[in-house]
């Protein structure tokens, strides 16, 4: 604003050889580059100064990216050390088809699997009942209920009397496999209870309509027209109750069943043969570490774990946070990213959303809304909204969520273990207390912040639940070593 | 370029009904909509399928640094468990001062330092001596020659006859100052060469000026009147030349000289203080870091670079690397941000650059560049110019710099801990070829990988010489523990 005027002052100055004192400065610069001492010194700050106001620090991400891998090859390098190889692929197939001296022959678990198939056809036959009127909708709901519940309960009686005759993972499998199989049942009656509700509803509407007298619309009755094309490609209620439509639903990689699930075209080749590999060579990544790294660690934090000494507790929790994040994170891609598009490509299914963008997740809240798409969306549509609707508050529905949630991650471990604690159940119902806490920090400190939070509780809550258990299951299961 | 013939057969196809395969599959996806199943999915790929274009993996950032954080305090609970707290102040002060029962009231390091005067001052008195012509220019030249490579010699000479009284700290103390001493002498004597040659070659101009004729420009003359008042306020050859002078140059974080240092017009006393703050906890923080840290890993590692086992060393250099990483960028932000800014603001030393971005740096002469400012400018200043104008190549006027920069690193070491060994020397020698190796990957496989080789060759090159170092020391000194 002032330019002109300082212009004029500048202008006046020079005409009056009078020189500012910036000037002499420059000046003498100029002046002490002429003399002969080859002067190499000027006024500057160093970079991490304020006032250099230098701010390109990227190459420290490379050096936090090597620093990574130098810590992780020297665990590797002291574990193979301490160690030796533990890798063991016999000891993989014991565990994995349960199959041992003990019980030669007998595979329980495999036979509880197939068993899977009769709750599954059980389920249509009673729709099916339900849809010709041979059952009325109340008893048919009522069969549907003991038939899905039968589900959830069986594995738990069958390991109550034959609990000897099962491997862990084999256990582990049936009982994943089953709740999977119960989430199923339930989205499948219910969408086929909508269905029912609807065409009565639309019959209803339809009288109602014939009833009434309008002008045809001739510009809709053309999208009228297009809109018939279309809707009678699609399936409709009840020709969808066959067993191809069932099985195609059981093996979808998806929770919610609908009538006419989008489709793909073609099967990609080299994006199965990708997955595929992904899978076979994952898997065995995964049990490598697991033998290698993860049972040590785990056997080793039990006893600090007894004495309650809290910096060694510390310690062996940090120990054991690493191989258990990198175990987790390898679970995951293998699960939500290669085995559920392997699953989608084959089936020619073709909404492959099966996770967000957790790790970017800046609160609680977004992370369990984002890390598991197919129980999010399961529980959106088939809890938390039929809450809402009728009338409850979202908190409601959000809690009834977290119990049910917190329920079968409580299933999940407690089954398997034969060890009825509460430390799944607790660790997911300290959820929303974290999910507020995180959400505040996003608030106060920024986003940065609340996606560490996500981070620190994934990273470190885990492997305290695991200490819990196994120091639990330690102390029921094996004498003290001393 | 086809879009008003596509616009033409679109309009065509709406004229005549017909309907395309995309806008069935649309009317389908909105008739599916109107269903009463309540559809959920939608086709769409995986974030992590390439097809998906999803970038945004900005939380891996925080997962890294929360991954060091957590690494980082493993280990330091691991140090705690495994040592208990090996940090003593007073073990301090009998390494830093070298005070110990032996050697009673006897600081033969202090001793050491202040004698370093003398040679300062003697090179003053014969810079004056040839000024006033009472020396010859090439008697004054031997004379400082002499005084120089004495300053070089004495911490050498006197640890060969006196060295049990030196602590280690201590003797490294004096090497370092007699270093930075030689140097900064070095640059003085040059400069003041300089100077005398640049008056008498300007005296045969002025000479040769005064005999031709010329008119007078008046906007010239002009400028050379501002020129004269500037170059009137600095300081001139020979009157340089004094006491104040050469102590503020001893004392200023360069070690360059000049006559006309760049100068602040005040001392900022909060930056003073943070400085301060910084060198003194600093300092503390290093040293405990190397009791507690540094010392039993290098101790640890002895064993098996004994044994020659490979996995062994490696694992062991990893495990060293990242106390000794550490404690590198510590000590150099500490000395080259913290001491050099407190000195330069003491001195009102306006210069600054004590360093450039050299973590940014994306080969290995970058690196060697920037990290060192004080002694790169001096190198070039003193060593690489002078030589290029005398017509040599750029290749060996490096070459000369390289092998005077290895020669004083195996001076810094060497000396300290009486044993001549090579290995600082090499450290320093395979930098041309690494610094050729690491502009090649920088040209092939970006700037990135050209950083990473420069970190890695700085986190693990380190380690690898101290271990050689440790590994003899420990050889000739101790006796094997089995």
């Known amino acids: 604003m002032t330019t002109e005027a300082e212009e004029k002052a500048l202008r006046y100055r020079r005409a009056q050889s009078v020189t500012t004192a910036e000037e002499i400065t420059e000046k003498e610069n100029k002046a002490r580059r002429l003399q002969f001492d080859k002067p190499c010194h000027k ?3 160093s970079l991490f100064s304020w006032s250099s106001e230098f701010t390109n620090f990227t ?3 490379n050096w936090g990216f090597l620093m990574l891998t130098i810590g992780g090859l020297r665990l590797f390098l ?3 050390l301490k160690y030796g190889i533990r890798v063991n692929p016999i000891e ?3 565990v994995l088809t349960g199959y041992n001296e003990g019980n030669r022959y007998q595979f329980p678990s495999v036979i509880l699997l197939i068993f899977s198939v009769v709750p599954a056809v059980t389920t249509l036959i009673i729709e099916k ?3 010709v009127d041979i059952l009325s909708e109340k008893l048919g709901l009522s069969l549907q209920l003991s038939n899905i519940l039968f589900v959830l309960i069986l594995p738990v009686v069958v390991l109550h009397y034959k609990g000897p005759e099962f491997s862990f993972v084999g256990i582990t499998t049936v009982c994943m496999i089953y709740l ?8 499948y009656t219910q969408t086929n209870h909508w269905c029912r509700n609807g065409m009565k509803g639309k019959m209803a509407k339809n009288k109602l309509r014939r009833q009434s007298l309008s002008a045809p619309n001739w510009k809709s009755f053309d999208d009228d027209k297009n809109d018939a094309i279309a809707a009678a490609r699609l399936v409709k209620y009840p020709d969808n109750l066959n067993l191809k439509d069932l099985f195609y639903f059981l093996l979808a990689p998806t929770l ?3 009538l006419n699930f989008p489709r ?5 080749k080299r994006f199965l043969v990708k997955r595929l590999l992904e899978v076979v060579f994952g898997v065995n990544l995964v049990l490598a570490l697991f033998q290698q790294w993860m049972i040590p660690s785990v056997t080793n934090s039990v006893d600090p774990f007894s004495q309650m000494d809290p910096i060694k507790i510390t310690e062996r929790l940090l120990k054991l946070s690493v191989p258990n994040h990198l175990i987790w994170l390898c679970f995951f891609y293998l699960s939500f990213h290669s085995f559920l598009n392997l699953m989608g490509e084959l089936l020619h299914f073709a909404d492959r959303k099966f996770y967000g963008d957790w790790w970017n997740a800046t609160n609680i809240s977004v992370f369990w809304s984002t890390w598991n798409m197919p129980v999010h969306v399961w529980a959106v549509r088939h809890v938390y909204k039929p809450i809402t609707e009728r009338g409850y508050s979202k908190v409601a529905a959000s809690t009834v969520v977290f119990l049910i949630s917190a329920f079968f991650h409580e299933y999940l471990v407690s089954v398997p273990l034969q060890m009825f604690r509460i430390w799944a159940f607790l660790g997911m119902m300290v959820q929303p207390p974290l999910a507020v806490i995180s959400r505040f920090a996003e608030l106060r400190l920024g986003p940065r912040y609340g996606n560490m939070m996500v981070w620190s509780s994934l990273i470190l809550g885990q492997p305290l639940a695991i200490m819990m258990y196994y120091h639990d299951y330690a102390l029921d299961h094996f004498k003290p070593i001393q």
């Open 43 to 45: 006024p500057r700050d």
């Open 59 to 61: 190459g420290l991400v």
């Open 78 to 80: 002291e574990n193979l």
């Open 92 to 94: 993989w197939i014991i």
């Open 129 to 131: 009942g339900v849809a």
């Open 180 to 187: 999977i199989l119960f989430l199923k049942l339930w989205s």
């Open 256 to 258: 919610c069943y609908e």
């Open 264 to 268: 793909t075209t073609r099967i990609r």
